[in-house]
């Protein structure tokens, strides 16, 4: 059995627009466990940006947001979004690999060798991108 990290149920986010509720985002449930690398895909407008900014509590005030279960592993300040546009959001100069190291060791909890072993085995799995600059 995975320990969990991440557990939604029936998330559903709709926003008002001139009066009207308008649907962005329909039931959707899904879990990620430790270890698990996971990629969210579809179409453009799809809801995918909507769907992680409900999940971190981070949607525009007139977002309406429901679900029957949310749970992140450490709390939402525990959890972060590389947005779709990493370059706007990560230094083009720095290594991804070397960024993402210095967001940990900023964390106020301590970083053990064997976390920063996982996160470099976890995000090295991605095609090589610790050693690659954002905008490549």
Known sequence: MK?????????????????????????VSFDVGCGEIVGVVGESGSGKSTVMRAVLDVLPQDADVSYEQL????????AAMVFQDPSAYLNPTIKVGRQLI???????????????????????????????????
């Open 3 to 27: 320990e969990e990290l991440l557990f939604v149920r029936h998330l559903h986010v709709e926003f008002q627009h001139g009066g009207q509720k308008e649907e962005a985002v329909r039931d």
């Open 71 to 78: 749970w992140i592993r450490g709390g939402k300040s525990s």
């Open 102 to 136: 210095e967001t940990i060791l900023l964390h106020p909890e301590p970083v053990t060798e064997k976390a920063t072993q996982q996160q470099k085995k976890t995000v090295g799995n991605v095609r090589g991108s610790m050693r690659k600059n954002c905008w490549r």
